[in-house]
């Protein structure tokens, strides 16, 4: 076929080549994958599985050795890890399973089941554990996992630190982390990469202050502690805003004997990095990473997350040009953060020579791109960034979604963010929030009202985001007995204290509607004193309804807390030429 001119395309060919293998065909498998310029990894690690199926090992060493490194993957090591395992040669399997690990390759279910199959055949002689591994094998239960690896590791009587630390990852993986602490908790030597192990688990399921608790323990019992353990320790203080715990880590881990090898590490250094800029210290996060001996693409897209989380667009401009090397990540990260911030022409001008640049787009990059859209009323870049996630089979994004529906809306295209949000596979409280503003923000009050009482007939807990919104749509359409309702729900049934910008909304519905007088009294009954959008409410609500003394206070107000602003002026004229003062109209 190949030699008369005829060029399949590779998922062809590897379906043939598997054909061939499941009928013991091997030679010809083997010479169809010969014919392959450059097959892919899905026909190697098909061959690899063939040739230890029946025995030969070798041959499948030497598919899986030619297999560039850059195109393995944990599909490809599992193969050749259970190919040793099933054919007997347990220190091969641990030893590649050790390789694996070392090349920052993430095991899975199946790499736990073949590399404790190999140390069983290492550290036991019975036919006990043989017996019942087979059994296992072979009444189909392997799938089952931790049943398996469990009943394979009981019969071991020996154990070394790989054996608990594989089993313990396991247990961690399909997040039961009960078993895992009992494993550690049964275990006669306190080995570190066991309790780290426990530690990442902890920290990786958000579980962190079991996660410090442990490393307390750790500590307290004598155990080393590394690189790692701290790296995650800082991480589970950086996720949960513990800048206290992370800020005394950073101090112990300057203080301990440890310091010759942690205190210039890449990998810590970084997690310190990351910890100050989401606690909000970016000052104190950018000294740690001029003072890193080290530094990687890590180091530096962390410094430039922090400036745009704390909106520090234009330093995040300039970090962003001096950075010797940039990722995907990097350029998602700058681009989010401009949209963001208002500089949507500049996003857009990045996005797209993040494409010039060879970078393809992920979702957060596009839904920046259509963020940016948005904020410029550019509906037909938008609708062209949109027929494109069609095509590249993005429009099913979560992110991109919910960028989409506010995109539309901002440019008044309702039907069409309605029409992604009801085609959106997934939705959650942005896509709500997003599709009920979407309605409030072009006069459909009621229709917003009855989406929102869809979204808690389907049990989705309503923020504060939620609220505000509807809020607005009753402010507009002037639904006073429904918002009073849901002002008092926010609080009375999600236990939502409201803020000064719902009492601002729920003031100027009762403005807008000449409930002046309830106004007022709810304007007392704040717990903090009103700002300046309020007595905004409250002076364009006695405009239209001719409250001169009450328009008179709001002003007074106004001109206290926002001096110079014209729109005071603005109102109060207003006011009094509405009244026919018109000596005070010249007045102001």
């Not at 500049?346 to 979702?363: H, I, S, V, Y």
């Not at 994004?397 to 309702?414: F, Q």
């Not at 505000?468 to 049934?493: N, P, W």
């Not at 002076?539 to 009450?550: F, I, P, Q, V, Y």
């Amino acid at each position: 076929m190949i030699t008369s001119g005829f060029h399949p395309r590779g998922h062809i060919l590897n379906r043939l080549i598997n054909v061939y293998c499941k009928s013991s065909n091997l030679r010809y498998a083997l010479h169809l994958f010969d014919q392959i310029p450059n097959p892919d990894i899905v026909a190697r690690t098909t061959l690899v599985s063939a040739y230890s199926g029946v025995g030969d090992v070798t041959l499948a060493r030497r598919v899986f050795s030619e297999t560039p490194s850059s195109m393995r993957d944990t599909v490809s090591y599992n193969a050749m890890i259970a190919g040793y395992s099933h054919n007997r040669d347990g220190n091969a399997a641990v030893e590649l399973f050790r390789e694996m690990m070392r090349g920052g390759f993430r095991p899975d279910e199946f790499t736990f089941t073949s590399v404790l199959s190999g140390l069983a055949l290492i550290v036991e002689e019975e036919k006990q554990c043989q017996q019942l591994h087979c059994a296992i094998v072979k009444s189909g239960a392997l799938l089952a996992t931790l049943v398996s690896n469990a009943l394979v590791f009981d019969e071991m009587p020996k154990r070394d630190e790989l054996s608990w630390t594989t089993m313990i990852t396991g247990y961690v993986r399909n997040e039961d982390l009960d078993g895992a602490r009992q494993l550690l908790d049964g275990m006669d030597e306190k080995l570190e990469v066991a309790w780290n192990a426990m530690i990442s688990g902890y920290v990786h399921h958000g579980f962190c202050h079991e996660a410090l608790k442990l490393f307390r323990e750790m500590h307290l019992m004598g155990i080393r502690q590394d690189e790692f353990t701290y790296t995650s320790v800082i991480s589970a203080c950086a996720n949960n805003g513990l800048f206290k715990h992370g800020k005394q880590l950073h101090a112990y881990i300057l203080r301990s004997e440890a310091k010759p090898t942690v205190d210039f590490s890449l990998s810590v250094n970084n997690a310190l990095v990351t910890l100050y800029f989401r606690c909000g210290k970016i000052d104190e996060a950018r000294y740690i990473f001029n003072n890193m001996s080290v530094r990687d693409l890590v180091s530096w897209n962390a410094i430039l997350s922090g400036y745009v989380s704390g909106g520090r667009i234009q330093e995040a401009k300039s970090f962003f040009e001096e950075m010797p090397e940039r990722s995907g990540l990097t350029w998602t990260v700058i681009i989010s953060g401009l949209a963001q911030n208002g500089c949507g022409e500049e996003a857009m001008k990045l996005f797209n020579q993040m494409r010039l640049d060879g970078f393809k787009p992920c979702d957060y990059a596009f839904a920046g791109a259509i963020t940016s859209c948005a904020a410029l009323g550019a509906l037909e870049h938008g609708r062209q960034l949109h027929a494109q996630l069609i095509c590249l089979g993005h429009d099913s994004s979560l992110s991109v979604g919910n960028s989409l529906i506010t995109m539309y809306a901002r440019c008044g295209v309702v039907d069409d963010a309605d029409c992604v949000f009801l085609t959106m596979p997934y939705i959650d409280s942005v896509s709500w929030n997003a599709m009920i503003a979407a309605l409030a923000q072009h006069g459909y009050g009621v229709q917003a009202i009855r989406l929102f009482k869809q979204m808690l007939g389907e049990d989705i807990m309503p923020d504060r985001i939620t609220f505000l919104t509807i809020l607005s749509a009753c402010s507009h359409a002037g639904l006073v007995k429904e918002g009073r309702q849901y002002f008092r729900l926010m609080h009375d049934s999600y236990g939502i204290a409201p803020g000064e910008d719902h009492y601002a909304r729920m003031i100027d519905l009762l403005c807008r509607s000449g409930e002046l007088t309830e106004a007022k009294d709810l304007i007392k009954s704040m717990p903090f004193e009103p700002g300046a959008p309020i007595w905004e409410a409250i002076l364009a609500g006695c405009r239209t309804h001719g409250n001169m003394d009450l328009g008179i206070q709001a002003a007074e107000r106004l001109f206290e807390l926002v001096p110079q602003h014209d729109g005071t002026y603005v109102l109060l004229s207003n006011l009094y030429a509405a009244s026919g003062r018109w000596d005070n109209v010249a007045k102001v």
